[in-house]
């Protein structure tokens, strides 16, 4: 258990210490974390998903109970997040759509690569693409929508939900981590191969996400200031402990009987909030500062809840 919680842990950890050890040095600069961030989501974990579906075969890759079981996971967590909201902080529509999508979006491009894929392999990569898939076409969107129609609320002007619906999905239709992995999944299903040479530079490029990825999260964590309040420690609670529960709990009822396929469920509730929905506060200039730092404290919570969440799952 030893061995496999520091294989696991460390070299995530000495990722993130790296890039927090080269903005301390000042041979980066923080605000370069967002091209970092652009090479890890439009290239590199993009092509790294595509390996990993043109690896696998048929039978490998998710159910629909497994998609299924993943949706009910995040979209429980989202709608948990949104009551707390509004009736325990008693935030307005806008702040606690933000919120519900803070704690129910996980770190999937930077902290997931590389924990998943040490402890399952190549195999650690479906819930990465699976659970993209559902942040990119449900959580984004409807946060998009409950923020957009809180804010023409509060102005005493009516919204276009479906108007923005769609605009956001096609947003992330064109995204190289959304569509890129859909290629993948149907040239399998018409028994397309690529070639060696083109499999071999998909693979060159992919195989730098895991670390880049975790190098960003150390530059960004650099600097940042962690002021604690109750708004904080419940949405850490939420994201790192409430979601791998939830996982836990509706696993049974999906039909999921692999306890690897079980695990790797419950290991993606356990890691951190992702940072998509700091950016996504800022672009409305609401619950940025509450995203921040409940994005600092959760990466660096999750070193606890992981390794619990690997120990109680091993």
């Known amino acids: 258990m030893v061995n496999t919680l520091f294989r696991a842990l460390f070299p995530a950890i000495f990722a993130a210490a790296l890039g927090w050890v080269a903005a301390r040095a000042g041979y980066v600069k923080r605000d370069q974390a967002q091209a970092f961030g652009g090479f890890v989501m439009r290239f590199a974990l993009p092509c790294a998903l595509l390996a990993a579906i043109l690896n696998m075969s048929v039978s490998q890759m998710p159910t629909v109970g497994y998609m299924l079981c993943m949706l009910a996971g995040f979209l429980g967590t989202y709608i948990i997040a949104v009551l707390v909201g509004r009736s325990l902080f008693r935030n307005d529509l806008s702040t606690s759509a933000l919120q519900g999508l803070l704690c129910a979006f996980p770190s999937m491009a930077f902290s997931g690569v590389p924990i998943l894929t040490s402890l399952e392999g190549p195999r650690g990569l479906i819930p990465i693409i699976v659970g993209n898939l559902i942040s990119s076409f449900v959580l984004i969107p409807v946060t998009l929508i409950l923020v957009e129609v809180g804010l023409r609320s509060n102005a005493g002007t009516s919204a276009r939900p479906f108007e923005l619906l769609q605009k956001s999905i096609v947003h992330s239709a064109k995204e190289p981590i959304v569509w890129l992995p859909l290629l993948g999944g149907a040239l399998k299903l018409c028994n397309i191969h690529l070639p060696a040479g083109v499999l071999q530079a998909v693979n060159l490029v992919g195989n730098a996400s895991a670390g880049t990825g975790l190098f960003v999260v150390g530059i960004m964590l650099y600097g940042a200031k962690l002021t604690f ?86």
């Open 229 to 314: 309040s109750r708004e904080l420690v419940t949405n850490t609670v939420l994201k790192n402990i409430a979601q791998p529960v939830l996982f836990a709990a509706v696993i049974p009822f999906f039909g999921i009987a692999a306890i690897s396929h079980s695990r790797e469920l419950i290991l993606t509730g356990a890691i951190p909030a992702a940072t998509t929905s700091s950016i996504i506060a800022l672009r409305y200039q609401k619950y940025v500062t509450e995203a921040t730092a409940t994005i600092v404290a959760s990466t660096l919570f999750s070193v606890v809840t992981i390794a619990a969440a690997i120990i109680m799952t091993h």
